[in-house]
């Protein structure tokens, strides 16, 4: 069978419309709202940016998933498969002179070309947050802080922030040999703790049995603060970078409960993120609806430095189509005000419209026609086009699009007809004041 | 609420054997019913899917199941995004290389198999070009057909194979149960899911002593090493 291509999106895209569109509208701009109180500033960067960009942030992985075309000049250009490389290349460049912290957030659509996993988008709008020039922990706790925030603001309250610390695991991890070391993150990153443990088993000897039990109990550590005291503990076998860094996740999470927020917050030592640029707190949130994660994101104090701005800087970003499906939809309603009239009514009903138009309410005008009397109305119509019924190049009766909530309003020969609220009746009447009706 | 997914089939019967031990026990006898969805025994915060084994990955990875019993065969393919947590040391097969006595591994060309992500692997670390006949059941038919050279596939005692005059030709692994779970669910979850991690993992290390390491090579190790 033929298949009818230019009726159907490519893999991995979807459409938006009507009432789904409106709840994902809502959803952006109650995340705004948060990201503006905390005092975020919006910004806007192409979607086309050159491969070269990416290859600061990315890696190879991640690259080669990128969608890539060529400009004129043969340049290798890049959908950007996410956002916090442009925003990067911006703070060095476009707001190199702008006082530090810089508090910025976006809403952008990222395009990444799928993988294995069949489910996963190949277009994807992040909607996000960057930190820049603030290494403090209470820089990571707002991150933390303000996440909650906005899935609070979307009414949900089943949810839970994880967060990991690449500094610390990086740090425990350097403690076994190079080989050892690469097998172990990619198991980490895999999440897988079968590979994981047998591996630090692998690398047992005598001389290094606490090492071992300390690198077999870490991956399994999740908690609040007594968790951490664990990764104090087990800090012990390591360097002073492992303890700097159980300082830093003490600091984060006194922090958390002075923003009020630790109990959607669980430290889990085993996160770690699949992404090269994290160094210090990383986290991910998850909703109890959905069985992959709604947010990300973490510290990444070297990225900023590929681009001639060495600045320490921390983000987080959530997926707008998958909170879509996490959030409750409220009842879609639409404020509009729908007019029909008919030809001989046009002059007043198109007055009318213009005038609540100008106050501020949104109205649909649509011209009916309902017998050939009707038709005659349309001066200089040609013949074929009066008529009534289907086949008509007008409807036959008055229109009222779908999930108005507002009123409807018909104006046939014999006069308006006014089914709404008494505000409508009244602004009307007002108008009729100021104008007499000629019908 | 905890939702186990379990596999029907092969395993169904190791994993029965198992659970209780550890507090959780299906309500109804598994293996004779129909039903889909079985309640625990004593906790109503506790239920089993009964999913075709090849399901389970994607019951848990999109967390319709929190957790799930599941082969390392079957894992490896899916390429799931979820969390593996334990080797259960129960189920173990061999994953082989099979076909006629004689067969020189360095010439085959085309491979049957249901396990196309093991065998690519196999010979693309030995940097030798095959084609991959993806085949659902009765692989073995395969080289007695002259579909295919030699055949990847799951061997627990060799009967099959020997009955159709096939021998292993090289082993690429060993495989046996994981216990996985939602990354989600990971982390809401995370008391349930301990508690039978834990649980777990004192019932098979007691069962097969200490770290009996060589036992289970994941597919991974065994296939590129």
């Not at chain 1, 006194?254 to 210090?280: I, K, M, S």
């Not at chain 2, 301990?194 to 069962?207: C, F, I, N, P």
């Amino acid at each position: 069978m033929m298949m009818k291509r230019f009726l159907e999106r490519p893999r991995g895209t979807r459409d938006f419309a009507l009432s789904e569109m409106q709840h994902r509208a809502a959803i952006e701009r109650a995340l705004q709202k948060e990201f503006g109180q905390w005092g975020y500033q919006p910004i806007e960067t192409p979607m086309l940016e050159y491969a070269a960009t990416f290859a600061k942030g990315l890696h190879e992985g991640e690259e080669e998933r990128m969608y890539r075309l060529f400009d004129a000049a043969g340049q290798t250009l890049a959908l950007r498969p996410e956002m916090t490389t442009p925003v990067a290349r911006l703070a060095a460049t476009v707001l190199s002179e702008e006082p530090l912290p810089l508090r910025l957030c976006y809403s952008a659509k990222t395009y990444r070309e799928q993988g294995p996993l069949a489910h996963e988008a190949a277009e994807v709008t992040q909607v996000g947050v960057e930190l820049l020039g603030d290494d403090s922990a209470d820089a990571d706790a707002e991150m933390i802080a303000m996440m909650v925030g906005g899935l609070a603001r979307l009414g949900l309250s089943e949810f839970r922030i994880a967060l990991g610390h690449v500094g610390y695991v990086s740090a425990m991890l350097d403690q076994v040999g190079r080989k050892a070391r690469e097998l172990l993150v990619g198991a980490l990153m895999e999440r897988d703790l079968v590979t994981y443990e047998r591996t630090v088993r692998g690398i047992s000897s005598e001389s290094e049995s606490d090492l071992c039990s300390a690198l077999l109990e870490l991956p399994h550590i999740r908690g609040g603060r007594e968790a951490l005291q664990r990764a104090r503990v087990l800090s012990q076998s390591g360097d002073n970078a492992a303890r700097m860094a159980c300082d830093d996740m003490f600091d984060v999470w006194q922090a958390l409960c002075e923003h009020g927020v630790e109990r959607y917050v669980q430290f889990d030592l085993g996160l770690y993120p699949n992404h090269d640029y994290y160094t210090g707190v990383v986290m991910e949130g998850y909703v109890d609806r959905l069985g992959q994660r709604i947010c990300y994101g973490g510290r990444y104090d070297h990225l900023l430095a590929k681009f001639g701005r060495p600045l320490p800087a921390t983000g987080c970003v959530l997926h707008l189509e998958r909170l879509q499906d996490a959030v409750e939809v409220s009842a879609p309603t639409r404020d509009l005000i729908a007019l029909s009239y008919e030809p001989a009514c046009r002059a007043d009903a198109l007055g009318f419209a213009r005038e609540l138009r100008s106050r501020g309410y949104q109205v649909a005008t649509t011209l009916y026609l309902a017998d050939e009397d009707s038709a005659k109305g349309l001066k200089g119509a040609p013949e074929e086009l009066g008529g009534s019924g289907t086949q008509g190049r007008y409807p036959a009766a008055p229109v009222a699009p779908r999930g108005v909530s507002r009123s409807a309003m018909i104006w046939d020969r014999s006069g308006p007809t006014l089914q709404g609220d008494a505000l409508l009746a009244e602004m009307f009447a007002q108008f009729q004041d100021r104008r007499p009706m000629p019908c | 609420m905890l939702t186990v997914a379990l596999c029907k089939g092969r395993m169904l019967q190791s994993t029965l054997a198992l659970l209780p031990t550890v507090g959780f026990t299906p309500a109804e006898d598994v293996i004779d019913s129909r039903k889909l969805i079985i309640e625990d025994a004593a906790r109503p915060d506790v239920r089993y899917l009964l999913v075709k084994p090849v399901d389970v990955p994607a019951f848990v990875e999109h967390g319709a199941a929190d957790v799930g019993l599941v082969g390392k065969d079957i894992l490896y393919e899916a390429e799931a995004d979820l969390h593996e947590l334990l080797d259960l040391r129960s189920g173990v097969c061999r994953m082989v290389i099979a076909g006629f006595a004689g067969t020189n591994l360095r010439t085959v060309r085309r491979v049957a198999t249901k396990y196309p992500r093991v065998a690519r692997e196999f010979f693309g670390v030995r940097s030798q070009q095959i084609e991959i006949i993806d085949i659902s059941g009765s692989v073995e038919l395969a080289p007695l057909v002259g579909l295919s050279d030699c055949i990847v596939d799951l061997v627990e005692t060799g009967r099959t194979l020997s009955e159709n005059g096939l021998v292993i030709l090289a082993e690429a692994g060993t495989i046996s149960t994981r216990l996985v779970a939602n990354r989600r669910s990971y982390q809401l979850k995370a008391a349930a899911i301990d508690e039978l991690s834990d649980g777990l993992r004192r019932a098979t290390e007691a069962d097969s002593g200490a770290h009996d390491d060589t036992a289970t090579g994941t597919v991974r190790q065994g296939a590129v090493s």
